[in-house]
Every structure is written in structure tokens, then in C-alpha cells.
């Protein structure tokens, strides 16, 4: 062997992986900063030449074609992606805070941000939650088609009241509402066929819920009183060091939900909750909810409980599904499409 100890080796090889693999990431990153940096700064230039030269389309076409002339190994300069800079650099007008924060996302992200979020208010949000989660383009788009933005942190709650420390970051771990859109259920859908669709589907729902959550179980077992009892949904967030326990209700919001979330809750405590574990949370799932209602089922309340709303794909009646093609079906003739061009 090439060391005595095994076990040190190993080690060693753990840590010389971890430490190349933050070096080729920081390399990335410097990369992606030079050439956010050139871009916003060729952006600024054409800026003000239309401002102060009214510069127009013809102008940009020309300097396209120019610099691709003198510069035929690079990519980028297109008419369009000229464009694209401009409204970059005319978004982050603070070169230095481009540099330190926008930049830490790759280019095609921001032509997304640009082209679908209006404010650059929304579009730090998003890129703090792209930076916080490493969102591929794919997923920010999805985040952004849902409104993400407009749905963290609005969960109904009792966390300033019952949580000491790091209230704020739990409450912006939940989310009004919840988007359910990968599931198509029939409108006369049972709990149970929710919690088996969620969980069927354990990755996308993993991303609704958001960074942190890693899944324990459904229908996970706590025995007390020599009586057993079964919590829907049984999540444990990383970042929060908390177990999470999820309820799904059909139909609107009900006090007496909150009571039994509470006694879960006060379980989970006593049994599964370790020294460096937090207090767990609970987070109710009704299909509707009334603030005022919610917020008076909360208000005395001991444990942590946060109340939202959730939404799933319009169901496709029984009598119809017969009749729609399948994936298979929609490829296999995307596919003779194809070949018949």
C-alpha cells in the first residue's frame, strides 16, 4: 500500500477532492466575472451612444458585424446578445455591484432575467435564490413562471411569537401558495391520493419545498400512550436543523387542524428531536384558507405552525383521459414529423 494507514489515505483523498473541486468552482466563477464584466461594459458603452449618438439598429448590426471580423474565436457578438448587454448594463448601473453579485451567475441566466422579469428588484431576488441553490437556467425559469417571489415568506404563521432565533429565515422557508403543478389529479381526490402523488414525485416536490428539506417519511409512525399515530408527511430541513412536519387537508382551513399539528409537533419534540436539533415546525397544507380564521387558530399556539395554501394542475375528467395521447404517443409522432421534413 501506498500509505499504512488506509483510513488516513482515504481521508486525504476526500480532502484533495473537495479542495480541486473548489479551485475548478472559483476558476468557473472568475471566468464567468471577466466576461459578465466585458459584457456590462460594452452594454454601458452602446447605452450611451444611443442616448447621446441615437444610435440605432443599423448601428448595432454593423458594430456586430465588426467586432465578430475582428474577433472570430469569440462568441457572443451577435446583434441580439449586443442588446442584451445594453439592457444589462442599463439594469445594474453599479459596475462594482455587478461585479460582486450579479456576476456569480452564468450569462444565460441573466438573458432569462432580462427577459422575463420587469424589475431589478425581482431580479436580485431571483438571482440570490439561483446563487443560494445553484438553479440551473431550466429551474430558474420554472421558479420564475411559478412567482416565487411573490409566494416566499407569505405563509400565515406564529414564528415571531414562537421561535427565539432565526424567525425571519423560517418564515421565508415557507411559501403562499404551493405550487403543485406536476400533478393532475381527478377533482374527487382523497388526502391520501395527494401524499402518494407528492411522494411519488419526491424530487419536484423537494424543489417546491425549497433548499434545505431532505425527506424522512409519510405516514411516519409515533407511538404514545401506547397508541399509534401517523403524521402525513415527515421532512427534515438542513439548513433550519428542524424536523418539519406537513399536514395535507382537502378543502379549507379548520382550527382544529392547528391542535393537531400542535400534539404532532410536541411528539416529534419528545421523540425524535435530538441535542443539536432546533424546535420542529409544522406546516398545514389546505387547499383554501381564511387569514383571519388561520391567524386565530395560530395565535395561542405554542409550538412553531405555518398555514398555506396549496395548488395542483387542473384535473382531467375520468371520462377524457381515455382519450388523450400519452408521452409515448406525442413523441412517436413528433419523431415521423421529423423524418418526414
Known amino acids: 500500500?501506498?500509505?499504512?494507514?488506509?483510513?488516513?489515505?482515504?481521508?486525504?483523498?476526500?480532502?484533495?477532492?473537495?479542495?480541486?473541486?473548489?479551485?475548478?468552482?472559483?476558476?468557473?466563477?472568475?471566468v464567468n466575472a471577466e466576461l459578465l464584466s466585458l459584457y456590462w461594459t460594452i452594454g454601458d458603452i452602446i447605452s450611451r451612444q444611443i442616448k447621446q449618438a441615437n444610435w440605432g439598429s443599423k448601428t448595432l448590426e454593423k458594430l456586430a458585424i465588426d467586432l465578430r471580423s475582428e474577433f472570430p474565436d469569440m462568441q457572443g457578438f451577435s446583434q441580439r446578445n449586443l442588446q442584451y448587454m445594453r439592457r444589462f448594463a442599463e439594469r445594474y448601473t453599479d459596475k462594482e455591484f455587478m461585479q460582486q453579485?450579479?456576476?456569480?451567475?452564468?450569462?444565460?441566466?441573466?438573458?432569462?432575467?432580462?427577459?422575463?422579469?420587469?424589475?431589478?428588484?425581482?431580479?436580485?431576488?431571483?438571482?440570490?435564490?439561483?446563487?443560494?441553490?445553484?438553479?440551473?437556467?431550466?429551474?430558474?425559469?420554472?421558479?420564475?413562471?411559478?412567482?416565487?417571489?411573490?409566494?416566499?415568506?407569505?405563509?400565515?404563521?406564529?414564528?415571531?411569537?414562537?421561535?427565539?432565533?432565526?424567525?425571519?429565515?423560517?418564515?421565508?422557508?415557507?411559501?403562499?401558495?404551493?405550487?403543485?403543478?406536476?400533478?393532475?389529479?381527478?377533482?374527487?381526490?382523497?388526502?391520501?391520493?395527494?401524499?402518494?402523488?407528492?411522494?411519488?414525485?419526491?424530487?419536484?416536490?423537494?424543489?417546491?419545498?425549497?433548499?434545505?428539506?431532505?425527506?424522512?417519511?409519510?405516514?411516519?409512525?409515533?407511538?404514545?400512550?401506547?397508541?399509534?399515530?401517523?403524521?402525513?408527511?415527515?421532512?427534515?430541513?438542513?439548513?433550519?436543523?428542524?424536523?418539519?412536519?406537513?399536514?395535507?387537508?382537502?378543502?379549507?382551513?379548520?382550527?382544529?387542524?392547528?391542535?393537531?399539528?400542535?400534539?404532532?409537533?410536541?411528539?416529534?419534540?419528545a421523540i425524535l428531536r435530538g441535542d443539536y436539533d432546533q424546535e420542529s415546525i409544522g406546516l398545514l397544507l389546505c387547499q383554501d384558507k381564511n387569514k383571519v380564521v388561520a391567524e386565530y387558530a395560530l395565535k395561542d399556539i405554542n409550538k412553531p405552525i405555518g398555514v398555506s395554501a396549496y395548488k395542483i394542475a387542473e384535473s382531467i375528467p375520468e371520462n377524457l383521459k381515455g382519450s388523450l395521447p400519452s408521452i409515448e404517443d406525442i413523441e412517436k409522432e413528433l419523431t415521423r414529423y421529423q423524418e418526414q421534413k
Open 101 to 269: 453579485f450579479a456576476a456569480q451567475i452564468p450569462w444565460g441566466h441573466h438573458i432569462l432575467l432580462i427577459d422575463k422579469v420587469k424589475d431589478t428588484e425581482t431580479a436580485i431576488f431571483y438571482i440570490n435564490k439561483t446563487i443560494e441553490n445553484g438553479w440551473s437556467r431550466d429551474i430558474l425559469s420554472l421558479q420564475i413562471k411559478s412567482n416565487l417571489h411573490s409566494r416566499q415568506g407569505k405563509s400565515i404563521s406564529n414564528f415571531s411569537k414562537t421561535i427565539t432565533n432565526n424567525s425571519d429565515l423560517v418564515q421565508q422557508t415557507f411559501k403562499d401558495p404551493y405550487i403543485f403543478d406536476f400533478l393532475t389529479l381527478t377533482e374527487d381526490y382523497q388526502e391520501k391520493d395527494l401524499e402518494n402523488a407528492l411522494t411519488d414525485h419526491i424530487t419536484k416536490f423537494l424543489l417546491e419545498l425549497g433548499a434545505g428539506f431532505a425527506y424522512v417519511g409519510k405516514q411516519y409512525p409515533i407511538s404514545i400512550g401506547g397508541q399509534d399515530f401517523y403524521i402525513d408527511l415527515l421532512f427534515y430541513n438542513i439548513k433550519l436543523h428542524s424536523y418539519i412536519v406537513i399536514e395535507l387537508k382537502k378543502g379549507e382551513f379548520k382550527p382544529e387542524y392547528a391542535g393537531k399539528l400542535n400534539f404532532y409537533l410536541s411528539a416529534v419534540d
Open 1 to 30: 500500500m501506498l500509505f499504512k494507514e488506509g483510513e488516513n489515505y482515504i481521508q486525504v483523498l476526500n480532502d484533495l477532492k473537495a479542495t480541486v473541486r473548489n479551485s475548478r468552482h472559483k476558476a468557473l466563477l472568475s
